[in-house]
């Protein structure tokens, strides 16, 4: 999953980093990649400002991939008994969110 998380973070501006070992990964959203600005804020979320990764997460989840969104970032654990095919699904859904 490592090397499949890494490859998205180039060819999307909005990833600011990919951090992870194993099964468990967070994705971090970002307006810039280089000032890793966040999307929204804490405050953001505690006033019930809608977010971007709740935005992503919630297509994902119409999509049939499950993530657990936080403040500025993802949180991806999926079950050890995962297959490969299922993990080459979600992440090309990760991939291209908004076809």
């Known amino acids: 999953m490592?090397?499949?998380l890494n490859a998205l973070k180039?060819?999307?501006?909005s990833i600011g980093e990919v951090r992870?070992?194993?099964l468990f990964?967070?994705?971090?959203m970002v307006k810039d990649q280089e000032k890793k600005t966040p999307f929204n804020t804490k405050q953001d979320k505690v006033d019930g400002?809608?977010?971007v990764v709740d935005r992503v997460a919630a297509e994902m989840m119409?999509?049939?991939v499950s993530l657990q969104a936080?403040?500025?970032h993802f949180?991806?654990?999926?079950p050890l008994i995962i297959e490969k095919h299922e993990i080459d699904f979600a992440v090309e859904q990760l991939d291209h969110p908004w076809r």
């Open 62 to 64: 119409k999509r049939g």
């Open 10 to 13: 180039p060819k999307h501006p």
């Open 20 to 22: 992870g070992l194993g």
């Open 75 to 78: 949180v991806i654990a999926p």
């Open 49 to 51: 400002k809608p977010t």
């Open 70 to 72: 936080w403040i500025s």
């Open 2 to 4: 490592s090397e499949k």
């Open 25 to 28: 990964w967070a994705l971090e």
